[in-house]
């Protein structure tokens, strides 16, 4: 039995061409939209592909590119088609099309559906990605002369005063290493080499942290070094009062930004797997329905059209019989009694020795 199977005159299936030849090219549209939406995620990604491990993070951003462009060539394709079906003449051109047309849509908007869910799902990842890229440029912060690493500083700097953040997980993370160049450092002041000896690795440091922290907003002049020193600040208690630097890390602060983004990206794919989704109900209630018309042979008559032809189940027992017949092409078939004419044949007994001769007269 078929499943939902609807019932068509020529007046609907007209129609029903004319508006899915209409919504093929809005699904354009919509593939134009995913192929920019993948666009400005990996431009995005790439802005601040200095503070970023090297990853899948691509991953999202290419796929959505990649479905966007194979949207717009299977719907501009399906809008021909849809055009065509309205004239039953025209659709014998694409009979043997619609059905391969059909299946390859299918594995397409489910393409569409993973891109949707790749955007929830690659918050991991970023997030690992920017722990250990924030980790390596707050690092190589000091290194201003050293190719390659120059610019990291301003990288950073940049980061932080335009996120509003500061350090990897926070401030201290600052504490932790030498941001300060040592071609800063005078050598001969005592406090600088007590410094460079209180750690095992003889590195330079403070409990301080870079101008980018301060908060611009705070009431007070920002206090940048000693952070936990309260004698070094008139007025000031590490402990109680609220600091004038941005308290967040760089790493929770891109991770939200770049989570509202994707999520916003993953919202939209989703409405457009399920816009795709009706389109190709459509094509396949088209299809049906011309292909009935054909084998009634009344192009004016009505027609059935369905999902399936018959129900999920028997669907499913028949794919699963053709996989198991797939191993089975090169053998004889044997249906409808159609036997192997070799077989049961009588072959000659050539290697018998005991055949009966005639016996030759003797000579008299």
């Keep these: ?28 549209v919509s593939g134009i939209i995913l192929f920019s939406l993948g666009l400005f995620l990996k431009i995005e990604i790439k802005k601040r592909n200095e503070v970023m491990a090297k990853g899948d993070i691509n991953s999202v951003p290419n ?47 489910f393409c569409i559906l993973v891109g949707a869910v790749m955007c929830y799902t690659m918050r991991n990842e970023l997030e690992e990605s920017l722990y250990l890229g924030l980790r390596d440029a707050i690092k190589f912060y000091k290194d201003t002369d050293i190719p ?23 401030f201290r993370d600052w504490f932790a290493i030498q941001w300060v160049s040592a071609r800063y450092l005078n050598m001969a002041s005592k406090e600088v080499l007590d410094r460079l000896k209180s750690n095992v690795d003889g590195k330079f440091l403070v409990d301080g942290v870079p101008f980018s922290c301060c908060n611009p907003s705070s009431p007070r002049p920002c206090i940048q070094y000693q952070l936990t020193n309260n004698s070094a600040h008139y007025n000031y208690d590490f402990l109680t009062e ?53 084998l009634l042979g009344d192009l004016e008559g009505e027609s059935d059209g369905w999902l399936l032809e018959n129900s999920f189940v028997e669907a ?49």
């Design 63 to 109: 796929m959505l590119i990649s479905v966007g462009v194979i949207a717009c060539i299977i719907n501009f394709l399906g809008g021909k088609i849809c055009y065509d079906c309205s004239d039953a003449n025209k659709f014998s051109r694409w009979k043997l099309v619609m059905l391969p047309y059909i299946v390859c849509t299918f594995c397409f908007t």
């Design 242 to 294: 609220e600091l004038n630097i941005w308290v967040k890390g760089c790493r929770e602060a891109l991770l939200d930004y770049y989570t509202a983004i994707m999520r916003s990206i993953g919202i939209t794919a989703l409405f457009i797997w399920l816009f795709e989704l009706s389109v190709l109900i459509g094509v396949r209630y088209l299809q049906t329905a011309m292909k009935n018309v054909l």
């Design 148 to 170: 390659g690493r120059c610019f990291l500083k301003k990288t950073v700097d940049m980061l932080q005063i335009g996120f509003q953040c500061c350090g990897n997980n926070g």
């Design 316 to 364: 499913a027992k028949y794919n699963i019989s053709i996989i198991k017949n797939l191993g089975k092409a090169n053998q004889i078939s044997t249906v409808s009694g159609m036997n192997d004419p070799n077989i049961d044949v009588q072959n000659t007994n050539c290697g018998k020795t005991n055949v009966t001769t005639k016996s030759i007269p003797a000579a008299s």
């Design 1 to 28: 039995m078929a499943v939902l199977k609807v019932k068509f005159t020529k007046t609907k299936r007209d129609k029903l061409a004319q508006i899915l030849w209409i919504l093929n090219w809005v699904s354009v």
